[in-house]
């Protein structure tokens, strides 16, 4: 299938929105700025970028 990357795959809607993407055969790279929560949800089905969108010094 494809490759997708998602932005808040933790939170309440992005979780099984994520979830959906795994099981339909997607390659999933999540941004989170927990990767240890990610790894407790999702193991190593997804690839994992720290990162926060709102950490406007990592922006540039």
Request: charged content about 25%; glycine content about 16%; proline content about 2%.
């Amino acid at each position: 299938m494809g490759k997708i990357g998602i932005v808040g795959a933790t939170g309440m809607i992005g979780r099984p929105v994520t979830n959906a993407f795994i099981e339909s055969g997607f390659e999933v790279t999540v941004l989170v700025r927990d990767i240890e929560k990610a790894e407790r949800l999702f193991g190593n089905t997804v690839q994992y970028v720290r990162g926060d969108v709102r950490d406007m010094a990592a922006n540039g």
